[in-house]
């Protein structure tokens, strides 16, 4: 069994399971339904069906969001790309219940300075942020279909990664995933959106409907995906203020520290989780078929406050 997903055990299994002595808590409201084994928290929880689950799981997002309109919605394939900011997007789509089947990818491991923005606690550390997106994901919904990619995306799965998707969130650091993601999508007319963390900006992307459409609304010229591969920090910096040319000015002036005094671009849980709920706005938006234009776009609170 997978560290990060949920059995759905028949009640003999339950039972069978109870009788082990390895269940730590069993919660028991309905006293019929299905039966879902987390073993990582050795919780045992008896719910509804799956229909009936979402549908009562989402009844409070009715009529903002109609019956019609959320089943659509559950059926989509999305994939999201950087589990930092991107775990914050993958749980708000999740809670919101906009995709049903999810890729989520990321090499990297949960440390202590990933808990400024990452709603996860002292015992996720050393885990992948993979397996802690993906228990987060179960937890709210056991009935999603999650695969992982704890390599992030690569040159050899970046392929594999985007085949079938509806639709992309990018919140990668990686340059070279940025744009390679981009440039398959694109080969593929799948529409890609991203949060960048700051002033609350939103870049929507839509190759589903424009797919000559350059990368970074053009920003980058005609830089490739392959032109970025290892880079150093230093030679990252041009083509970062390249692709986001709006940045605040406390953002732009860390950017020279990057790898000296910053071990990366600084990120608040604020901006995140402003950036988690535009992205899930506009991923419902886009999905169910309303006016999502490509282009960048400010949700910035600073400019509330004048």
Same mark, same amino acid.
């Given at each position: 069994?997978?560290?990060?997903?949920?059995?759905?055990?028949?009640?003999?299994?339950?039972?069978?399971?109870?009788?082990?002595?390895?269940?730590?808590?069993? &919660?028991?409201?309905?006293?019929?339904?299905?039966?879902?084994?987390?073993?990582?928290? +050795?919780?045992?929880?008896?719910? &509804?069906?799956?229909?009936? !689950?979402?549908?009562?799981?989402?009844?409070?997002?009715?009529?903002?969001?109609?019956?019609?309109?959320?089943?659509?919605?559950?059926?989509?394939?999305?994939?999201?790309?950087?589990?930092? #900011?991107?775990?914050?997007?993958? $749980?708000?789509?999740?809670?919101?219940?906009?995709?049903?089947? !999810?890729?989520?990818?990321?090499?990297?491991?949960?440390?202590?300075?990933?808990?400024?923005?990452?709603?996860?606690?002292?015992?996720?550390?050393?885990?992948?942020?993979? #397996?802690?997106?993906?228990?987060?994901?179960? /937890?709210?919904?056991?009935?999603?279909?999650?695969?992982?990619?704890?390599?992030?995306?690569?040159?050899?799965?970046? /392929?594999?990664?985007?085949?079938?998707?509806?639709?992309?969130? /990018?919140?990668?650091?990686?340059?070279?995933?940025?744009?390679? #993601?981009?440039?398959?999508?694109?080969?593929?007319?799948?529409?890609?959106?991203?949060?960048?963390?700051?002033?609350?900006?939103?870049?929507?992307?839509?190759?589903?409907?424009?797919?000559?459409?350059?990368?970074? &609304?053009?920003?980058?010229?005609?830089?490739?995906?392959?032109?970025?591969?290892? $880079?150093?920090?230093?030679?990252?910096?041009?083509?970062?203020?390249?692709?986001?040319?709006?940045?605040?000015?406390?953002?732009?002036?860390?950017?020279?520290?990057?790898?000296?005094?910053?071990?990366?671009?600084?990120?608040?849980?604020?901006?995140?989780?402003?950036?988690?709920?535009?992205?899930?706005?506009? +991923?419902?938006?886009?999905?169910?078929?309303?006016?999502?234009?490509?282009?960048?776009? &400010?949700?910035?609170?600073?400019? $509330?406050?004048?």
């Amino acid at each position: 069994m997978d560290e990060w997903r949920p059995a759905l055990l028949t009640e003999t299994q339950a039972e069978e399971l109870l009788g082990s002595g390895a269940v730590r808590r069993v &919660h028991d409201p309905l006293g019929d339904g299905t039966w879902v084994w987390y073993p990582w928290s +050795a919780v045992l929880v008896r719910t &509804h069906p799956a229909e009936e !689950f979402r549908r009562l799981r989402t009844d409070r997002n009715r009529n903002k969001i109609t019956p019609a309109e959320q089943r659509r919605l559950g059926a989509a394939r999305i994939g999201v790309v950087g589990l930092s #900011v991107g775990n914050g997007t993958a $749980l708000t789509l999740t809670m919101e219940g906009v995709g049903g089947s !999810f890729r989520i990818a990321d090499f990297d491991r949960l440390d202590l300075t990933n808990l400024n923005r990452i709603r996860a606690g002292l015992p996720d550390l050393g885990l992948e942020k993979t #397996v802690v997106t993906a228990r987060q994901m179960y /937890e709210i919904d056991p009935y999603l279909d999650v695969e992982t990619f704890p390599e992030g995306v690569t040159p050899a799965n970046v /392929e594999v990664f985007l085949d079938g998707l509806d639709l992309v969130v /990018e919140e990668c650091d990686d340059l070279y995933a940025k744009v390679a #993601v981009r440039e398959r999508a694109r080969d593929l007319r799948i529409p890609v959106l991203m949060s960048t963390s700051d002033r609350g900006m939103l870049d929507v992307e839509r190759f589903d409907l424009e797919p000559g459409r350059p990368i970074f &609304h053009g920003r980058l010229g005609d830089v490739s995906a392959d032109d970025l591969i290892g $880079l150093a920090p230093k030679d990252k910096i041009r083509y970062v203020l390249a692709m986001f040319d709006s940045l605040s000015p406390r953002m732009r002036a860390s950017l020279p520290e990057v790898g000296r005094t910053l071990a990366s671009w600084p990120q608040l849980a604020s901006d995140v989780a402003v950036g988690a709920g535009a992205v899930t706005d506009a +991923a419902r938006r886009l999905l169910l078929g309303e006016p999502v234009a490509s282009g960048r776009y &400010h949700l910035d609170p600073a400019a $509330l406050y004048g």
